[in-house]
């Protein structure tokens, strides 16, 4: 089993940033593929972004040059940089692993961008 604890979530204005958090309990050395997903209210949840253990990182095209995705293999840590925020990114942003063929969902972060 693994944890996956999401962090960095809050209230942030139109046009701003913020750095989420996603420390694993499980050494992200082996991992298959990271990524972070959201969910707005009263929508399905959707990829914003991923990356993979040999892949190059991808994005939803509505976070394209906004946000970035990074890992530290050091601190189990996947992070999402997340620049020019819209209030259209509102949503609980939610941690994703896959180890083989096991996915692992984190207990999500809430984002509101609102003036």
């Known amino acids: 089993q693994v944890q996956l604890v999401e962090s960095g979530g809050g209230l942030v204005q139109p046009g701003g940033s913020l750095r989420l958090s996603c420390a694993a309990s499980?050494?992200?050395?082996?991992?298959?593929?990271m990524g972070w997903y959201r969910q707005a209210p009263g929508k399905e949840r959707e990829l914003v972004a991923r990356?993979?253990?040999?892949?190059?990182?991808n994005y939803a095209d509505s976070v394209k040059g906004r946000f970035t995705i990074s890992t530290d293999n050091a601190k189990n840590t996947v992070y999402l940089q997340m620049n020019r925020l819209e209030p259209e990114d509102t949503a609980v942003y939610y941690c994703?692993?896959?180890?083989?063929?096991?996915?692992?969902w984190g207990k999500g972060t809430l984002v509101t961008v609102s003036s």
């Open positions: 994703h692993a896959r180890y083989s063929v096991m996915n692992y």
């Open positions: 990356i993979g253990s040999t892949t190059s990182p």
């Open positions: 499980r050494s992200i050395f082996s991992v298959d593929a």
